[in-house]
Structures are given as C-alpha cells and as structure tokens.
C-alpha cells in the first residue's frame, strides 16, 4: 500500500475512536446490548461449540454479556493473549474471575496459553474492528495481530466483526496481509459479505 493508503487508514481509526469517545457511555452500553442480542441469534454463534472472542475495552462494544452467555451454555471459549512478537496466543476463558490485566496487551485470561493455531479449533471467530468495508474488508487498530491470527482459521470458518452503526463503510483501505470478515454485527442489523480470497486486499 502506498504511502498515502497508509495515511488514509491512520485517520480513518482516528475518526472513528473520536467518534466512539464522544459517545455516551449509556448509548454505547445499550448499542452493545442489541448487538450482542443479534449475534446470539445467528445460527453460527447457536449452533458453535467452541467461539473465539475477546474482552472488550475502553470504547469497544462490550463482549461481557456474549461472553458470560456462551459460558452459560457451556460453549468453550478463546479468548487471545498479545505475544511479545504481537501475535496471538490464546487460552480458554473461565469468567471474570480467571482474568488477569495483560502484560503489554489487554486483560487476559490466567490459564495456560494453548498455541497460536489453537484459534483453528473455533466454530466461529468474533473479532474486534473500527470499521469494516462492503467487501468484508476490516480495518483494525494496526498491529496486525489478528491478520495473522485470521491466516489461521480454516477456510469457510464464520468471522465476525462488531461495529457500532455508522462502522459499515462503503470502502476500506487495506494491505495485502490484511484479513477480512465474514459477518459485521451491528445494533442495526447484521451483513454477510461474499466469499473473498484470503490474502485480497
């Protein structure tokens, strides 16, 4: 990606933390709800033994209900641990009690880590995005950790993205490493995009 690419994703995630900041806590936390109500009604997230999430923070839609639902069910969940080299690990989430704050990443869960390639086990794969293009491409906040973490789940394996309304753009600027989604949930409604090849930009 040319120089000016790079420019256009750096204020594109500067626009949208802006934008997710200057909303109320309140608005966010019931658009959080919906979402969350929406994507435990795709027959993905039903029908999925095992789903690999992640702990929300800050401005994020919040995961804690999807996570303490999945739980509830018995679904096994993953959840990722930041390596120092930026790639994720990942280790299974037994409640907010078996989490711990994250050396240089987010909080994590305090069980052992079971290997980067432990996320091609999940059903399904929500991830965290700032925005996410007509295409399915999804732009996040710029280590590429989950690019690399996305290489690794099976082909046809649902991912999916959650995004406050307004997320969805009509285009995203992405590089060749970077992975796209197969579902954006929204408060609004959920989008399936079509089939990409893995490693399009």
């Known amino acids: 990606m040319s120089a000016?690419?790079?420019t256009s994703k750096a204020r594109l995630r500067a626009e949208i933390l802006a934008a997710r900041r200057a909303t109320d806590p309140h608005d966010r936390k019931t658009?959080?709800?919906?979402?969350?109500?929406?994507l435990l009604d795709?027959?993905?997230?039903s029908a999925a033994g095992c789903v690999a999430a992640y702990l929300s923070f800050g401005s994020?839609?919040?995961?804690?209900?999807?996570?303490?639902y999945l739980r509830s069910r018995g679904v096994r969940v993953l959840l990722p641990v930041l390596r120092a080299d930026l790639d994720l690990d990942?280790?299974?989430?037994?409640?907010?009690q078996g989490v711990v704050q994250g050396g240089r990443g987010?909080?994590?869960?305090?069980?052992?880590?079971l290997g980067v390639d432990s996320v091609a086990e999940a059903d399904v794969v929500v991830v965290p995005a700032l925005a996410v293009g007509a295409d399915g491409a999804r732009?996040?906040?710029?280590?590429?950790?989950?690019d690399r973490a996305l290489a690794r789940v099976p082909v046809g394996r649902p991912v999916v993205a959650l995004l406050y309304d307004g997320e969805l753009r009509p285009c995203v600027p992405t590089e060749n490493h970077d992975r796209g989604v197969a579902l954006a949930v929204q408060p609004s409604g959920v989008t399936r995009f079509g089939p990409r090849d893995p490693g399009s930009s």
């Open 42 to 45: 795709l027959p993905d997230i």
């Open 60 to 68: 994020e839609p919040s995961t804690s209900e999807l996570l303490a």
């Open 90 to 96: 990942w280790a299974i989430y037994v409640g907010p």
């Open 31 to 38: 658009a959080s709800g919906r979402m969350t109500r929406r």
């Open 106 to 113: 987010p909080a994590r869960p305090s069980g052992p880590t």
């Open 4 to 6: 000016g690419g790079l």
């Open 139 to 146: 732009l996040g906040r710029g280590g590429g950790s989950y």
